[in-house]
């Protein structure tokens, strides 16, 4: 696996580009595809709310599909969830995939090795990749894992795009403020980049979460960045 980030950087150039999220998803995982040994990878989106893992689409032996069949909560599968919280990439193989995932992932022949990659923006998972190694068992460096991770990260910002994106159902000042929670802004930030009070900032956010119907602040920057990825 011959992967760096000066690779990762050209390889997803070309996302910017691209029209609907479903056409960068499917360039994610063909530039991966071409990244790897892998013989199945899956494309999940993900939730805070409920941990939700919901999976988009896969490209198996080539062939890429949509996929639509599972939506999990990831706190009952260790090797998702560990994953999703420390937002780092992280290769699974012998026992340790079946002592930690669900047998309705394992198949008729067992996985030699599972390697799972976020995609996260701003220290928030939006989704993740699962890469399925069936009849090959790679052996993965600390530095290769790093340059998944990175894959991640460069993914999330490639998806999301924060500076262009807005949510429909805010005003523009209220976008301003989800954008840069989203970014990963305090309430006193916020109160100096905008030059408002406390209690001003306090009742844009309370107006966002009424309108989105987000539970919290975590929740609404979840429906944003969610919004990108949909």
Known sequence: MRLTSWILEEKLKSVVNLQTQEEKICHLLRSLSESTECEKLTFYR??????????VA?????????????????????????????????????????????????RKTPLKGLLVIPIFVNKMTIAYICCEFIQTTPTLTAYQLEQFTLFG?????????????????LSPRENEI????????????????????????????????????AKNRT???????GQQIE
Not at 46 to 55: D, I, K, L, M
Not at 153 to 169: C, M, N, T, W, Y
Not at 181 to 187: D, Q
Not at 200 to 210: A, D, E, F, G, W
């Open 46 to 55: 993900f939730s805070p709310v409920g941990y939700v893992g919901e999976s």
């Open 58 to 106: 896969e490209i198996e032996y080539g062939q890429l599909q949509s996929s639509t069949q599972i939506r999990d909560d990831i706190r009952s599968l260790p090797v998702i969830r560990n994953v999703v919280e420390n937002r780092k990439a992280t290769y699974y193989s012998g026992q340790e995939i079946i002592t930690m995932i669900s047998s309705r992932y394992l």
């Open 153 to 169: 990260e460069i993914a999330g910002d490639f998806l999301v795009q924060l500076q262009r994106s807005s949510h429909p159902k």
């Open 178 to 213: 989800l954008k840069a929670l989203a970014n990963g802004l305090s309430t006193k930030e916020l109160m100096h980049l905008l030059s408002l009070s406390e209690a001003t900032i306090k009742q844009y956010i309370k107006s966002v979460l009424i309108k989105l119907g």
């Open 219 to 225: 929740h609404a920057v979840s429906i944003f960045l």
